[in-house]
């Protein structure tokens, strides 16, 4: 795939008219995100990206208005663009990060690591358009109302890609493993 002249041209974001680059952002995560859409459209099955830097135990305030505006900007074109291709329906597109964040502004000016309540969000390949799902208490430190495990999550995020969570792959020394321990498909996040 890599060395297939498709694929070489995915990764060419010069191919690109300057609007749509500006677009996206001329910044190292709206090209990142602008070659992600180009490599999606040459065939690529599977492509991640990371988005470093959200481990904010201090001036959180400074961190968040460094990084948001380049990632709202490409985030929302990416969709935007997907949408506009017809591409949206068979792409599913995943925000996530490993933690949520105290409910409280620690010492330091940030926040620390929170596993009870984080946010994702999830774009098309079969996912209910403009659904919001789950909800915190009012101070944001526990699930009150739908909440979302990771494995169901996963399983979810499986279905959508046709692949059946409950399947077990053999490990070294022949060992199986499920794919996802446990977990449902949440039917409600559907389309």
């Given at each position: 795939m890599l060395s297939s002249p498709v694929a070489k041209e995915a990764f060419n974001i010069q191919?690109?008219?300057?609007?749509?680059?500006?677009?996206?952002?001329?910044?190292?995560?709206?090209?990142s995100?602008?070659?992600?859409?180009?490599l999606v459209e040459a065939g690529v099955r599977f492509v991640t990206l990371t988005y470093g830097g959200w481990d904010m135990h201090s001036n959180i305030a400074g961190g968040i208005r460094g990084q948001m505006p380049a990632f709202d900007q490409a985030y929302a074109r990416l969709i935007r663009d997907l949408d506009e291709r017809g591409l949206l329906d068979s792409t599913l597109v995943c925000t996530a990060?490993?933690?949520?964040?105290?409910?409280?502004?620690?010492g330091n000016a940030g926040r620390d690591h929170w596993p009870k309540v984080f946010s994702t969000a999830m774009a098309g390949g079969g996912i209910k358009r403009g659904a919001i799902y789950g909800l915190s208490n009012a101070t944001g430190s526990e699930p009150e109302e739908d909440a979302l495990g990771v494995e169901d999550w996963a399983t979810t995020i499986y279905?959508?890609?046709g692949i059946?969570?409950?399947?077990?792959?053999?490990?070294?020394?022949?060992?199986?493993?499920?794919?996802?321990?446990?977990?449902k498909?949440?039917?409600e996040l559907l389309a």
């Amino acid at each position: 795939m890599l060395s297939s002249p498709v694929a070489k041209e995915a990764f060419n974001i010069q191919l690109e008219n300057d609007a749509t680059r500006d677009r996206y952002g001329r910044n190292e995560w709206g090209e990142s995100i602008l070659m992600a859409r180009r490599l999606v459209e040459a065939g690529v099955r599977f492509v991640t990206l990371t988005y470093g830097g959200w481990d904010m135990h201090s001036n959180i305030a400074g961190g968040i208005r460094g990084q948001m505006p380049a990632f709202d900007q490409a985030y929302a074109r990416l969709i935007r663009d997907l949408d506009e291709r017809g591409l949206l329906d068979s792409t599913l597109v995943c925000t996530a990060t490993e933690f949520g964040r105290t409910p409280k502004i620690n010492g330091n000016a940030g926040r620390d690591h929170w596993p009870k309540v984080f946010s994702t969000a999830m774009a098309g390949g079969g996912i209910k358009r403009g659904a919001i799902y789950g909800l915190s208490n009012a101070t944001g430190s526990e699930p009150e109302e739908d909440a979302l495990g990771v494995e169901d999550w996963a399983t979810t995020i499986y279905h959508c890609m046709g692949i059946t969570a409950e399947k077990e792959l053999m490990a070294p020394g022949d060992r199986p493993i499920e794919i996802v321990n446990g977990g449902k498909v949440r039917k409600e996040l559907l389309a």
